[in-house]
């Protein structure tokens, strides 16, 4: 089923990280919720803050929420 949500982040990997995905395209993989900031700045949410990206409605977290970094 896909998503409704245009911000995918994957649950972690067996080295640590997360892949993102952003309306259908791998930006890369983020180590924390301040990498995963600057993914989504870059992806045009600019003014956005950890806090904003850890309570957005935008994110479908797999694996685990906004706190959840390591397997």
């Known amino acids: ?3 409704d ?3 995918i982040v994957y649950p972690p ?3 640590g990280g997360r892949r993102v995905r952003v309306d259908g395209k791998i930006l ?3 180590y924390s919720l301040q990498d995963l900031t600057v993914f989504l ?4 949410l600019e ?3 950890e806090l904003d990206v850890a309570g957005s409605g935008l ?3 797999r694996g685990g929420g906004p ?3 390591e397997h």
């Open 1 to 3: 089923m896909a998503s």
């Open 5 to 7: 949500r245009p911000v």
């Open 13 to 15: 990997s067996e080295t």
């Open 28 to 30: 890369g993989t983020a």
């Open 41 to 44: 700045q870059h992806a045009g």
């Open 47 to 49: 003014g956005w803050d």
């Open 59 to 61: 994110i479908e977290w």
């Open 67 to 69: 706190d959840v970094w």
